[in-house]
T-cell receptor, first 115, second 115 residues
């Protein structure tokens, strides 16, 4: 059972446009939601993360929007640049109970930003 | 700081052969993880460790064994490799769980092909 569903699988955006990647989760015990960025041939790296006590978190051109009631969160990349071309993974984790050490990842979105 | 390093970077095995993947971190992290990444499947947790001398199963542990004899090292073993274990393997590490953050730092990956 996939606990974190990510969409779309791939995304093509023009330079300067807005990239939007969506994730939905099932386990209401999740309380930490990071996004990871992975370039080809590299390991994933933390991009930005949010906890459910806030509805939005912004860091530069990257924003996470969080909807607790809908159990959804999304990554927005403003003014997308070719250097943003990478695979993005959303993830979720619970702070206590069974599986509290584990991050559950979505299947990833391959973003291509074209000039 | 080298961060998280993995050895080897590439390996080709024949079915039935065994091998060990080495992960080392120099950040004094308590927690270490082994993931596998397959196309369209995201990152799936194989095993993890919450401290020296401890290991635990993740989502896809079958066919793998691990050991954490030293805090800075986490070994992943394949006793009898199968073609289904062809994948890219990532090691990650993190501090002890805190109330606000849980950044997992990933290594560069090991690309394993089992023929």
């Amino acid at each position: 059972q996939q606990q974190v569903k990510q969409s779309p699988q791939s995304l093509i955006v023009q330079k300067g446009g807005i990239s939007i990647i969506n994730c939905a989760y099932e386990n209401t015990a999740f309380d930490y939601f990071p996004w990871y960025q992975q370039f080809p041939g590299k390991g994933p790296a933390l991009l930005i993360a949010i906890r459910p006590d806030v509805s939005e978190k912004k860091e530069g051109r990257f924003t996470i929007s969080f909807n607790k009631s809908a159990k959804q969160f999304s990554l927005h990349i403003m003014d997308s640049q070719p250097g943003d071309s990478a695979t993005y993974f959303c993830a979720a984790r619970r702070s206590s109970g069974a599986g509290s050490y584990q991050l559950t990842f979505g299947k990833g979105t391959k973003l291509s930003v074209i000039p | 700081n080298a961060g998280v390093t993995q050895t080897p970077k590439f390996r080709v095995l024949k079915t039935g052969q065994s091998m060990t993947l080495l992960c080392a971190q120099d950040m004094n992290h308590e927690y270490m993880y082994w993931y596998r990444q397959d196309p369209g499947m995201g990152l799936r947790l194989i095993h993890y460790s919450v401290g020296e001398g401890t290991t635990a199963k993740g989502e896809v542990p079958d066919g793998y064994n691990v050991s954490r004899l030293k805090k800075q090292n986490f070994l992943l073993g394949l006793e009898s490799a199968a073609p289904s274990q062809t994948s890219v393997y990532f090691c990650a590490s993190s501090y002890r769980l805190r109330s606000s953050t849980d950044t997992q730092y990933f290594g560069p990956g090991t690309r394993l092909t089992v023929l």
